[in-house]
């Protein structure tokens, strides 16, 4: 239990480095008998793969899906779901440099510090490039939540400065503009901010935002296992995100109740909350509504200007990063977000199945 | 796994809702020869109790530890240690209202839809009262930290629309304020937002922080286990907790990397950052510096004025709550707050003893 | 973790020393709506009372069931269900004895090497008493199992040399008989024999059987959770068991695979086995079969004989344990092995509600 | 969690089946700073290699050990060690007929009754074939172990009616006879036994004994996760063992305490026992004895000879079982008993470290 797995039924455990021969992931817990093949894999791995604009790393990575198990017959077998992904383009580059000091905002100190070492190629375990494995695991759990009329949709909601404008929102503009923003004119706004950063050999951070329409009343547990605990855990625990809010979030610490409180109503028959400032869960429970999260990204650590730091001798340095870095993560990080809410929703919806007498007895036919 | 554990080493398991005879919490995992008394524990139960201010609930309850095992002559025997708490004011009031209908922010429906009915009495399991359990368990994971110098400080950074300034700071203040405001000046005007919003049959928010000082580098592990996101599933499960910040948190976002980045220096012979923008923790590993993090916290959902809802009968109804409630439940949350995180961090200092070979060679003598 | 939990979803947290003020269990993850009292645990711990025959401890215990939570209205709410019992009849005896050396067969020399020291009154954690908590426990399980028609039986196989008759088995003598054996005569003689130890200052152990009947086939994983795996463990856990057989057990190592495989053959319309050596379980699965099981479980350390060992100084001395003690701890335990298995089997049942799409669908109504 | 994980700290996650392209194994929570090459893993893996002998399965397969992740200049870095092993001798046999019935002895009538289907070639996920990925974890924590002085040794006790002479031990024949026994002689009888087997279209079982040495005093704790429950666990989870027993095992039921108990004495300074009934463990806790264990495995359920069965439309037929298959798995099975028991030591090792304030302080300087 080094930290490499996620979810308690449906559970995913990845491994890999940046420069090793390949990544990977171990889908356990996945039902038999759902329908699945490489390509509900890969359509989410293109989402994240790098090289594809101006503004992301020039990075070449296939990011090609090898499924090795887990499947018969195009079903899930209910065994563990192991799947491959190889590094084709990680550079025999010279890596004193990075071996030799501690790179501000990387966690090359901390690692030091907790390992007495590291694997210093290109940020070893501790690289962005992990999380090409929560987006094939989490690729899986999306295909399983389609079944139940689930849908997930994570999008940019800004960069830097430039929010996109919720008038406009466009769906499609979060597949076909180069921020994944669902705002067109936001999005060349945030590109030219970007090149400007670029420019000053600089970077930007975001704001990524999900939502999950579908989720049925009662997922989550009561205490510790609350789901919205677990969407910001899941979502935290990928690189860069600094802040984690569900539904109006920040905002509703300066809110009355009777301004916050969503009133529940009848609409075609059933129970509905009127409002949604909950984003979706009451008491940790998913309450039937969408569900809303924010995460709040920082700007890519790797800078091409002069920064400061110490060297493992222990010398104060100057030093100037190169390589291929992407000057904001926000836009590959979307997925990302989107398959680690995916992933959790997935587990909560199995963790369901026994919390009541009824549920059980519909299995078992009693 | 009803999701009543939190803890993967230093375990604590919370039972009991706010209208049973008592509550209680089981720590398992605390490590044998601790020194431990019901006193260390009071000392935290008090400051989480209610009816000592008119800003806070009229509900009297002793809130009085009794310690069932685990000890043994002053000591944990490295056993469980079980703890128990009677409810002592939990009047026989008539819930037939509060049974009929689903009160607007609060988890009754949610628990209805989970499990076909729930205990409605005062909320169940879902009330506010399931905190004093986090309280007792976390009490012992603050006195295993203090063996390591690690010392955590919470406290109201704002209440409604009035924060503290940071340059007034006085940490005495936290003790003695109604607040938990460590500023006085801020203190008396977030007591004049909460008189008005007691007159106006309402209710408000705010925001907490946690300060860690103390942690050494290296505790929380790469990947999914990362100690900031385990920090954030924490905290986000106590009730009414809706975003969370690590550091600089939303700010985050709009900075360039030059202006986020920490560099590193040296001071007194140590490798330290010239700045904490990060917050103690680098790529979900503390860096040593001091962690940082905030709670943004819901308006207390229970309020006077008429509210719209549904009874279970699907019908809309208007209602007036009635009972005893915090207008604001920021100032007793805080103690909820820094013992949730010393849970946390004190499973991460227990983690991290196996994370490499040098650490075992030292406790077997190899 | 430290090992007090049992349990994947249905999971049972048990604390309490031989001679705290009481010990106690807590149930969660069971599902809600499972009507439930303190008469169906208080009927198990009745069945592990002390005190009831010659062949018994002569402590008298009133072992009574409190239930502190996790009810509402007579049926369980899916919140965690906690129970307590009091210690009512520890003496407040010397224990300087047992304080400074290592009685043979007993923990005492293991939590010292352990822990570092230990709470030596009765045994502390290590007494036998700590099982009355997984009764408790274990009996919430079986009747949630009841509701399936799953049923458990564990009774006495053998005392010493005596064995049971198969042809002379009588059910209700598991009640009846101060041995717990199903066979009248045979009890008598395991009578005999245990008032011979005890004039000899001398004890005896025994084996278990237990056979669980109505379990659907498809419970347990296929690796490294396999159902007869989880039994096993189950049942060593408990203190004293030496040794566990699945169906034929030991037997099967001297068979060729003509003997020992059991064909498949039809009966009222089912796939069944027309022989049953394996014990109801194939390749780590239930096959719809009886589930059977043996535990072997040595004889009470505690003895009144002189015998050598070491005090904590590292001296070599001769000891006369003094006290109350059971000459033969199986008849008490036949009802802990019971509720173990039970709730093994519980727990395979919830985790087995989401192995397959069909069961989630059928839940979930899509 | 489909139970494809084994492991608290130090974990293990297997995935493959047994004609897929591949299996494998992620090691998560190894301690970094271990030296470790894919040699070290080879050597084990050779110990279990198919169609060595005549008295193994004629597959011929490689069992080529491949490193993927989580070593750094030849040693962990205390990130997930991935290793993976393809299959290369899977035939494109024709398996309608494996499909179409249940295989008498095997799991294919529990996969269906669990899944729904299952991937029938060559048995998938429930071929013995899997435990190759159990050798392998398990030869990083016999690696782990070494460091500490800790040493395992598996051998084979019996196969069919043919035991070893304890008083001829030879702990080199482990290696060179063909049946794993440490005893030349009794191993020329065992192979003439299984010939006879083999002409006989049959097949045999035997026991496999297990002895560790070095093991410090304090391992495993004292309830749910004792160090004989978790090892019973760990080894009745390899397909075909249907007993386990502790020390002198099943014959502690018919002994009189007097006879079972094991005196302290002093011996070079230390307090040990005199005599080792109790097999190293005392309370589910390591006393600093050897440990001892054995596993019954039942004949290989691939037959020859003719055999009764169902098939899927629910007709009685007779059925001969072709391919290639083990005479007798023992031999073969030493390895995986031997790897499973160092997965559980170093797992107890790593869980232990956190048992005491003192080793904390050890760690941490304080």
């Known amino acids: 239990m080094a930290g490499s797995s996620y979810g308690t039924i449906f559970q995913i455990t990845t491994w890999g480095e940046s420069h090793g021969p390949s990544l990977g992931v171990v889908v356990d817990g996945c039902p038999a008998g759902l329908t699945l093949c490489a390509d509900d894999i890969q359509t989410y791995l293109d989402r994240r793969k790098p090289g594809k604009t101006r503004i992301s790393t020039q990075r070449q990575e296939a990011d090609e899906i090898e499924i090795l198990s887990g499947l018969f017959e195009g079903k899930t077998t209910g065994t563990p779901i192991a799947m491959m992904i190889r590094n084709t383009s990680h550079r025999s580059t010279d890596y004193s440099d990075i071996a030799s000091y501690y790179r501000p905002g990387h966690a090359d100190y901390t690692f030091d510090a907790k390992y007495g070492f590291r694997d210093y190629r290109g940020g070893g375990r501790s690289s962005g490039r992990e999380t090409v494995c929560r987006v094939a ?34 769906a499609d503009a979060i597949f076909t503009t180069p921020t994944g923003m669902p705002d067109r004119n936001a999005s060349v706004l945030a590109e030219a901010y970007l090149e ?9 951070g975001g704001v ?56 529940f109503c009848r609409k075609d028959g059933q129970t509905v909350k009127l409002t949604n400032h909950a984003g979706g869960i009451l008491g940790g429970i998913s309450d039937g509504s969408r569900i809303i999260l924010r995460a709040h990204i920082k700007p890519t650590p790797s800078i091409f200007s002069p920064q400061r730091t110490v060297n493992r001798q222990g010398e104060e340095i100057e030093i100037a990063i190169k390589g291929r870095h992407d000057p904001v993560i926000v836009p590959r990080a979307v997925v990302v977000v989107e398959t680690m809410a995916a992933l959790t929703i997935a587990d909560a919806l199995l963790l369901n199945a026994s919390a009541k007498l009824d549920h059980l007895k519909k299995i078992y036919d009693r």
Do not use: H, W
């Open 208 to 263: 990524i935002e999900c939502i999950i329409d579908g989720v049925p009343a009662g997922l989550g547990d009561p205490v510790f296992e609350k789901l919205d605990a677990n969407l910001c855990k899941a979502i935290m625990s990928i690189g860069a995100v600094k802040a984690m809010e569900i539904g109006d979030g920040i905002e509703v610490s300066t809110r009355s109740g009777s301004q916050n409180n969503d009133p």
């Open 137 to 170: 695991g989490g690729a899986v759990a999306a295909k399983l939540l389609q079944e139940f009329g689930i849908r997930l949709s994570a999008y940019t909601l800004s960069i830097g400065p430039v929010k996109i404008d919720r008038a406009q929102f466009d």
């Open 196 to 204: 400007e950063c670029m420019r000053n050999c600089d970077s930007a």
